[in-house]
Nanobody, 118 residues
């Protein structure tokens, strides 16, 4: 059973930094893309950043130059700098398991709250 566990959220003042971590486990198959999404109250879940096994990254325009995604094996990180109140949301980690080219199920973590407020 695949498990996805996030950590690192919390309360931070505007302009501050946080680092989120996500550890995926529970399968003998490799993880392909790993990434971060967020959902603010009353809004749809949106992509924040993703990274492939080959190191290709993708960022939402709203976080470019402030957030950095990195990966070490089955762990993915999100370094968030110069945080703004609008970054307040529940942050979710999503991982994709590559069973074969046609079977790539995805799994989500429970989410970690990030609150940016003075």
């Amino acid at each position: 059973q695949v498990q996805v566990v996030e950590s690192g959220g919390g309360l931070v003042q505007p302009g501050g930094s946080l680092r989120l971590s996500c550890v995926a486990s529970g399968t003998r198959f490799p993880f392909s893309n790993m990434g971060w999404y967020r959902q603010a109250p009353g809004k749809r879940r949106e992509l924040v950043a993703t990274m492939s096994t080959g190191g290709v990254t993708s960022y939402a325009d709203s976080v470019k130059d402030r957030f950095t995604i990195s990966r070490a094996g089955n762990t993915v990180y999100l370094q968030m700098d110069r945080l703004r109140p609008r970054d307040t949301a529940v942050y979710y980690c999503k991982v994709i398991v590559k069973i074969n080219d046609a079977v790539t199920p995805d799994f989500w973590g429970q989410g970690t709250q990030v609150t940016v407020s003075s």
